[in-house]
């Protein structure tokens, strides 16, 4: 009786609030926040002028937040566990290999790197793209391979082991764009799911030891890489190759307890592109210990969330749900540690954005509609649990 009468209340409970306003709400705080520090870094700078970053930012989250409202509204996750995962990844595989054209032409280099494609007045960044697309692919890839998962001593097919290296294509087509950011962060996800399966885990080892081994040759046959790695090693050349992360540590320095105050940040507006990959410095100055803080515990609760999104999509057996929210899960944790450590000095500088938070269309785009799916994930759970409850 007891039992039924603690089902009764948290059915109760999950038809009062069809979706997780908690999880929205903080996802809103945090997309402000970041419009806020975006305006911060730019009010002064000669180069984007006061207004014409922020209102470019926020078109952006008008626009891709109608259309994840959408997402989260009507698009159930069977869509996504469909061949649609396969031709997604597949077109976004053919945007990353257009890129490599290009790089071997000699085109489309901004700021020495071949990372952008432009469509009339919207650019994209294939590499942001093809990490939730890689969460989705794989995830379909687990669930048709459910039989190889559950019965561990069943050999794996060829074609089964080339549909799971199919991201490996993109992988090496985003190495070869200079972009080791988005490299080091989809391979942490592949990794992170394929420990999921625990099945798959020992043919990825060798897939992640090929891609190190590619990758160690190419920071060696590049300059840049390699003085990008001797002066993380050995803190030389810190006003050269180390200039940014050199100027966002002494920015960190000023910050504080309490921070300059917003748009006030001496040493953080000095860093080129403060707005993307250091954004992190420039909010520690403004806002201090404390302020980051708070700023770094709402982001962890944020991903705990994620994790026990994860875990009740396991328990209502929607497991396809639950690869893909773990998948997102390890996409957040690991951009938002790379980037922090970037910032602190503890790793070379990579070029990665803080989601929800950094300048960037693309960004911004796979942060919210990875959020806009956790929130379909988290409605289908709750109907689920209902379900099972009635």
């Not at 390699?226 to 190759?241: C, E, F, K, V, W």
Request: with cysteine; charged share 15%.
């Amino acid at each position: 009786m007891k039992i039924r009468n603690n089902n009764v209340i948290q059915s109760t409970k999950l038809l009062r609030y069809p979706i997780d306003y908690s999880l929205l709400w903080v996802a809103l705080i945090l997309l402000a926040f970041g419009l806020i520090m975006i305006f911060s870094a730019t009010i002064t700078s000669p180069k984007y002028g006061p207004y014409s970053t922020i209102i470019k930012q926020f078109a952006y989250a008008i626009s891709i937040g109608f259309f994840c409202y959408i997402v989260a509204n009507k698009i159930p996750m069977n869509f996504y566990n469909s061949k649609f995962s396969v031709w997604f990844i597949l077109f976004i595989i053919s945007l990353l290999l257009t890129l490599c054209i290009m790089k071997f032409l000699g085109y489309g280099s901004i700021n020495g790197a071949v990372r952008w494609l432009k469509f009339g007045p919207v650019t994209i960044q294939p590499s942001e793209l093809f990490k939730i697309a890689t969460i989705l692919y794989l995830s379909c890839f687990f669930i048709r391979k459910k039989d190889v998962i559950n019965n561990k001593n069943k050999s794996i097919h060829v074609r089964s082991l080339v549909g799971m290296l199919l991201p490996a294509v993109g992988l090496l087509a985003i190495l070869y764009t200079k972009d080791l950011g988005s490299f080091a962060v989809i391979i942490g996800i592949m990794l992170s799911m394929y420990m999921l399966t625990r099945t798959f885990f020992r043919y990825i080892i060798y897939i992640a030891i090929g891609c190190a081994l590619i990758a160690l040759c190419l920071i060696i046959f590049d300059y840049e890489r390699t003085a990008r790695i001797i002066t993380y090693l050995h803190r030389s050349d810190i006003y050269g190759n180390g200039y940014q992360v050199t100027i966002a540590l002494e920015s960190i320095a000023n910050g504080g307890l309490f921070g300059q105050g917003l748009a006030q940040g001496q040493k953080s507006h000095r860093i080129p592109e403060v707005h993307t990959d250091f954004i992190f410095s420039l909010i520690y100055e403004e806002i201090g210990l404390i302020g980051i803080t708070i700023f770094c515990l709402t982001y962890a609760w944020l991903i705990l969330r994620t994790g026990s999104i994860a875990s009740l999509a396991e328990k209502s057996k929607q497991y396809f749900s639950y690869y893909v929210a773990n998948g997102i899960l390890f996409m957040f944790a690991l951009q938002l540690t790379i980037h922090i450590w970037v910032n602190l000095g503890l790793l070379p500088n990579k070029g990665l954005t803080l989601p929800l938070i950094s300048y960037g269309g693309s960004s911004l785009f796979v942060s919210m509609f990875s959020i806009a799916i956790l929130l379909r994930i988290d409605y289908e759970n709750r109907r689920q649990l209902l379900g099972d409850y009635r």
